[in-house]
């Protein structure tokens, strides 16, 4: 079950004291807005419809670019992974959507 917390802390509450041993309970701040991918996706399918690639491959771009990879080792070997930016937090990817606008401002001609 998931909860936003927002007036129900009570109901929250509840569940928690009645969940079987075993159980865990997170808590931590939403993910990206809807809005905030929307404007997302459309700055890259522009830049891609302007410019050439995909808009995924810009989006891989940016990515490589602006977000910190994690090392993860893997049958002995040390690999680099992306984060996913679906599983940014709102400001983290606010903050994201700053860093790319500001370089597609600095970089691309209309």
């Known amino acids: 079950m998931k909860f936003i917390l927002d007036g129900n802390r009570q109901t929250v509450l509840q569940m928690v004291a009645q969940a079987p041993d075993g159980h865990i309970v997170e808590i931590k701040p939403r993910n990206r807005t809807i809005d905030q991918n929307r404007k997302y996706w459309a700055e890259l399918g522009w830049l891609a419809e302007k410019h050439g690639h995909t808009a995924e ?12 990879e994690e090392a993860k080792e893997v049958m002995g070997e040390v690999v680099w992974i992306p984060p996913s930016t679906s599983k940014m937090t709102r400001q983290e990817f606010t903050d994201y959507l700053e860093q790319v606008f500001h370089w597609i401002a600095e970089n691309v001609s209309e």
């Open 57 to 68: 491959v810009w989006h891989q771009y940016f990515k490589q670019r602006f977000c910190k």
